[in-house]
């Protein structure tokens, strides 16, 4: 048995970055990023005004009340081109490129119109409601870094530096293979004996969720001859996934087939509670994970190594970091770990009245039972031999996503 620490960096370490492709912006949110990029355009280009009103030199608005003369117009797409002596306004609009002379914009509250000439009656500093020219980058600065995912403020972000195409990481295709005699998918009458495979389509979702594309190979039955001939479509595939079958039992035939069709094992077994059985390897050329069956273990484990493994293929800036951890407060005493394996422990999140996250440990952690995980915010860590803790403690957590 290995630490989940270590487990994590043979993972990680085991694994290449896939090549690039361009993508539009409207195909670019949840993309990985792959090289920086730098803006082509100043934003604001020109100095610009933030509000409706009347653009004035400074100067002239430092007392109020006081009397100018409006001398043109600038909606918002054009441009003033006479001239603005001292005394002299133009009526402005937001985003209206500001007339040359001009430094300040008076707000249209602030203003009585007469005619040909406004009061101003509430005095403004100079700049005052002018965003200037490059207040929001600069012509070259790189604001966008290679490594990182994109949201879709970084999107907007893009289009505003004139960017309308981006080259990033191609998304992993993931074979997901289930295996199991007792599996029936789930929507039609189910036979005596039967389970419902669930679990493929959790972790299609996670695929998907952590960028990848999910290849579902459906049920493979625990028969060498089944086993072999699914496994083998998952050959061209960036990485393969099968669920079930890691352990000891006699029906347990990953190791004992795939390896015999090429599977070398990197390694079997994670000192950790669920997902102890883990098993990673190389199929032939594709990374390889063998998920224990159990669907609690197998939707945590892909929580703790499938999803930084995808932002690795997928070139993340810091693909160990893909599950954060965090602080949260204990809703609850939690007796001794008196196991060398680190447990995970589902548990819900909720806010006390100062606003600090509380996590309430679910009661059953049995690793067969969905319903909890599905109900869980989060999966506190209780390391190898953790001491007990009490209601109010901090302990380290990680949120399900
Ligand atoms: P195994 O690891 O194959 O021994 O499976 C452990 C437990 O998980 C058994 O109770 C299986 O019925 C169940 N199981 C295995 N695969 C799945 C699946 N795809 N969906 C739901 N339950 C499963
Ligand atoms: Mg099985």
């Known amino acids: 048995m290995i630490s989940p620490d270590e487990a994590l960096t043979r993972v990680l370490n085991s694994l290449d970055r896939l090549g690039n492709e361009q993508v539009a912006l409207r195909d670019a949110a949840g993309r990985f990023l792959r090289t920086d990029v730098a803006a082509r355009v100043t934003q604001p280009p020109f100095a610009v005004s933030a509000m409706d009103g009347y653009a004035v030199h400074g100067a002239d608005v430092a007392k109020a009340p006081v009397s100018l003369t409006q001398v043109g117009e600038v909606p918002a797409g054009s441009r003033f081109d006479g001239t603005v002596p001292r005394g002299a306004c133009v009526r402005i609009f ?51 870094k290679g490594g990182r995912r994109l ?51 959790g972790l299609a979702a996670q695929v998907e ?4 594309i999910a290849l579902d190979l ?21 990485f393969f996934v099968t669920i079930g079958g890691a352990s000891v039992g006699d029906h347990d035939l990953i190791q004992k087939v795939l390896v015999q069709d090429g599977l070398e094992v990197d390694f079997w077994k994670i000192a950790q509670k669920p997902g102890k059985p883990l098993i990673f390897g190389r ?48 809703g609850a005493d939690l007796p001794t770990n008196d196991s060398p394996r680190q447990d995970y422990v589902r548990a819900t999140l909720s806010r006390d009245e100062a606003g ?46």
């Open 94 to 144: 937001t985003g209206g490129r500001l007339p040359d002379e001009t430094d300040t914009v008076v707000i249209q509250e602030n203003v009585t119109a007469e005619g040909e000439k406004i009061l101003v009656t509430e005095p403004a500093s100079p700049g005052k409601n002018v965003r200037l020219a490059g207040a929001d980058f600069s012509q070259g600065d790189r604001l966008l």
């Open 218 to 238: 459906g049920i493979a039955k625990d028969t060498e001859e089944d086993l072999r001939a699914k496994a083998d479509l998952a050959r061209h595939a960036d």
């Open 151 to 201: 949201t879709p403020r970084d999107v907007a972000l893009a289009a505003a530096m004139n960017v309308d195409v981006l080259l990033v990481t191609r998304r992993p295709t993931v074979a997901i293979l289930s295996t199991g005699n007792e599996l029936a998918l789930p929507g039609g009458d189910i036979g005596d004996n039967q389970i419902l495979s669930s679990n493929a389509f």
């Open 209 to 212: 969720a952590w960028g990848g």
């Open 356 to 401: 600090r996250l509380i996590a309430l440990p679910a009661r059953t952690q049995d690793s067969g039972q969905l319903a909890t995980l599905a109900r869980a915010d989060c999966l506190l860590i209780r390391p190898p031999h953790a001491e007990p803790s009490k209601q109010g403690d901090t302990i380290k957590a990680l949120r399900l996503t």
């Open 283 to 330: 199929f032939g050329d594709v990374p390889m994970m063998g998920l224990p069956g159990n669907p609690v273990s197998a939707l945590v484990c892909a929580q703790l190594y499938l999803k930084p493994a995808l932002f690795a293929l997928q070139g993340a800036a810091d693909p160990a970091r893909a599950n954060k951890p965090m602080q949260v407060i204990s």
